[in-house]
């Protein structure tokens, strides 16, 4: 089955302490994106990639980092998370230049 | 910079009600058109997209016309049913660069369908 799958969905932490949320494609997609999503602002972009290697600044990067080593992986990182970055994330990807681009179910993440 | 302005929610509506969702745009250029929406608990996924002027979008009972001359891609519905219930973001792609831009999203607005 087609899918971007993302792990954990469901994470509680602390101040300061580093995470990784993992995104997974199976689609063979060159293109990945990482989304943040909180009430009343919709999504905003964090971080993109257009292929192995590639990466680009969002909307909102600041607190964050992606790497893209392998073409199907696209974590997210989060060196010292502050509570401000509270929120539901969402990995997208597309193969580049398509119309669509497919969502992972998301990972809710709250920090203390 | 670009930017999608949708109305706010959130919609509560009767099985059999007709829908409308008001999405107004401002981009540079001829950018695309999507409707996006989020069932509870979900990821986002593709309901309807138009890439250029006068397209009408359509999928699931669902309808969108692309109107460059007043900016807008309103989301309607003739009829919803319960199951409609979910957060519909409206949603454009810059059409100033090749490749992958990113969307840019409205801020949603959720829809409850009451039987």
């Known amino acids: 089955e087609a899918q971007v799958t993302q792990n954990p969905r469901y994470l509680i932490t602390v101040t300061g302490k580093k995470l990784t949320v993992t995104c997974s494609q199976n689609?063979?997609?060159?293109?990945m994106s990482w989304y943040r999503q909180d009430p009343g602002l919709g999504l905003r972009q964090i971080y993109y990639s257009m292929n192995v290697e590639v990466t680009d600044k969002g909307d909102v990067p600041e607190g964050y980092k992606v790497s893209r080593k392998e073409k199907r992986n696209f974590p997210l990182i989060l060196e010292s998370p502050s509570p401000n970055q509270t929120s539901l994330y969402f990995c997208?990807?597309?193969?580049?230049?398509?119309?669509?681009?497919?969502f992972g179910p998301g990972t809710r993440l709250t920090v203390t | 910079g670009d930017s999608v302005t949708q109305m706010e929610g959130p919609v509560t509506l009767s099985e059999e009600a007709f829908l409308t969702i008001n999405c107004t745009y401002t981009a540079t250029g001829y950018p695309s058109l999507f409707w996006y929406v989020q069932y509870p608990g979900e990821g986002l996924q593709l309901l309807l997209k138009a890439t250029k002027a006068d397209d009408k979008g359509s999928n699931k009972g669902f309808e969108a016309t692309y109107r460059k001359e007043t900016t807008s891609f309103h989301l309607e519905k003739g009829s919803v049913q319960v199951s409609d219930s979910a957060v519909y973001f409206c949603?454009?792609?810059?059409?100033?660069?090749?490749?992958?831009?990113?969307?840019?999203f409205g801020k949603g607005t959720r829809l409850s369908v009451i039987a």
């Open positions: 997208a990807s597309s193969p580049v230049g398509a119309y669509e681009q497919y």
């Open positions: 949603a454009l792609r810059s059409s100033r660069n090749s490749g992958n831009t990113p969307l840019v």
């Open positions: 689609m063979n997609h060159e293109y």
